[in-house]
């Protein structure tokens, strides 16, 4: 069967069904293709066993960009609740407040302790490493050598499964951003005193440190599946279980002719003028035909997967956490999601409680390809262990695999994306690649669905207006939002380039 539609969008996850929603409400022709045969969603979907709802991780809705928050109360005006932010880190069987609180801390770590902390990190502010590059040595640079010891270097190696010395330094720049520690001991010293901070003006909002958020009152599926649904009722197309496995680009004519395969090994075949990509680089570039000379740099980019093992238990000591953080090397698992405290209608019988337990992993590697049977033990055993519940009070368990969740960091991944852009903006003026695997950066939901408002804006103004690689590296373009795209970056650096 042979379709045509204008705009092909791959991927049905924030980046995906953000650009659909806009180009079908702006009355242009579109058709998001979806892999998964079920849900929409991508790893922002809402997974639901037997009335228990849960997350693939945990996405609270907060962005600093108005053009953001007002696109999620447009497609989801009615369903958001507001909940209080409160996470711990777990470290050698005691936990601490996250963010920190200085006197818990203080107990915690004990006196000498945290002298060599505060002794450790005035030493690197004054020898810092110059031109950091590892994951490393930026947090050391930032936070002091024990510091980085205690808090950052096991947890950060359970989720990338490498070094902290072979991550570069820009994961750290990017996620952890304007925080250090004399940020941390401010807003810790404001917690312990029971007083609330407030920024100056024109002080940027630190998101590490926020202390509520908005979320779907039943997971962040509701908010892909209204926007699925609308696109739908605007003339657009959702279609599941449909993988893209061969693209091909006509110059002469600027037509795309896409291959696609269900899963009942049927073929499907669409033409388009513009695709917009949100699957993952190394997949994309595989896919086209002939093949790229940057396949050699597409295939170097690393995932990280993860698994979750969602615990139904009885609720007999309930604990106040969206989530924890498992810093201490004796256990596997990297973090644990309380859903009830995401929202209460997340688990549907008040006398139990659902955790979702998150293992770091590859594809393939032994944890991935263990049986269900025996993770579901693993995690009864761990959580019992941690102290949150026994082990014999769990009644029920669900394990979901999630492969590609994380877009890997590595010495060579700048270059290696670089080459691939240089490449595809060359030779494919109208493929758009958005979201967080279409584009190999470690983005938040709101600064994937940035990356597709702006994608959408150059393609109804028939050239490139908007540099989206800029987002999510430089704040002002991501909280400027579309409307102060322009003013952030200034158009005499944009240039401008026809697409169809």
């Known amino acids: 069967m042979s379709y045509h539609t204008e705009t092909l969008v791959i991927g049905a996850g924030p980046a995906g069904l953000t650009a659909g929603y806009l180009l079908s409400k702006h009355g242009r022709d579109v058709t998001v293709l979806e892999r998964d045969p079920h849900q929409v969603g991508g790893i922002s979907r809402t997974v639901s ?15 600093k960009s108005k053009a953001v928050v007002d696109l999620w109360d447009e497609i989801l005006p009615d369903d958001f609740i507001d909940r209080p932010r409160l996470s711990r880190i777990y470290y050698k069987g005691r936990y601490y407040a996250y963010p920190l609180k200085a006197f818990e801390a203080l107990r915690n770590l004990g006196l000498l302790q945290s002298a060599a902390c505060v002794a450790s990190y005035l030493y690197a502010r004054a020898r810092p490493i ?13 936070f002091g050598e024990r510091l980085f010891s205690i808090f950052f270097k096991t947890y950060t190696e359970k989720v990338w499964g490498m070094s902290c010395d072979a991550i570069s330094a820009d994961w750290a720049a990017q996620r952890i951003k304007g925080l250090d520690l004399g940020a941390a001991i401010r807003d810790a010293l404001t917690r312990s ?21 908005r979320y779907p009152r039943r997971g962040p599926g509701m908010m892909w599946e209204a926007a699925a649904a609308k696109i739908a009722r605007q003339g657009g197309r959702v ?24 899963g009942d090994g049927s073929r499907e075949t669409y033409t388009a003028r513009n695709v917009i990509s949100s699957a993952p680089v190394r997949e994309l570039v595989e ?36 989530w924890i953080y498992i810093h201490d090397p004796s256990v596997q698992v990297g973090r644990v999601q309380n859903f009830r405290s995401w929202s209460p209608e997340m688990v549907p019988d008040p006398a ?20 269900d049977a025996d993770l ?39 270059q290696n994306v670089a080459m691939v852009r240089m490449e595809l903006e060359r030779d494919f003026p109208t493929l758009h690649l958005v979201g967080r695997n279409g584009m190999h950066k470690y983005n938040n939901q709101d600064h994937a669905m940035m990356t597709a408002m702006l994608t959408v804006e150059n393609i109804l103004a028939g050239h490139r207006r908007h540099d989206i690689w800029r987002v999510n590296e430089d704040a002002e373009y991501t909280e400027a939002g579309v409307s102060g795209a322009d003013e952030a970056l200034g158009s005499e650096r944009l240039v401008p380039r026809k697409v169809a």
């Open 376 to 414: 579901v033990a693993l995690a009864k055993r761990e959580i019992g262990r941690i102290g949150l519940v026994a082990p014999e009070d769990v009644v029920d368990a669900c394990v979901v695999r999630q492969p590609k969740a994380y877009p890997v960091y590595d010495e060579d991944y700048r």
């Open 193 to 213: 005193l029971g007083l609330k901070a407030r920024a100056k003006p024109g002080e940027p909002v630190i998101k590490t440190l926020i202390e509520s958020f």
């Open 287 to 322: 896919a086209i035909k002939p093949r790229p000379i940057s396949t050699f740099h597409a295939r170097a980019l690393q995932y990280r997967d993860f698994l979750t093992v969602a615990l139904i238990a009885r609720a007999r000591h309930e604990f106040p956490d969206n």
């Open 352 to 371: 139990f409680t659902c955790l979702g337990l998150e293992y770091f992993c590859f594809e393939g590697d032994g944890l991935w390809n263990a049986p």
């Open 239 to 262: 279609l599941l279980d449909r993988g893209v496995d061969g693209l091909s680009y006509d110059a002469p004519t600027g037509v795309w002719t896409v291959s696609v395969l269900r």
């Open 130 to 142: 110059p031109k950091p590059r590892s994951f490393h040595d930026w947090v050391r640079n930032q």
């Open 49 to 63: 066993h037997r009335g228990y709802l849960f997350d693939i991780g945990g996405h609270r809705f907060f962005s």
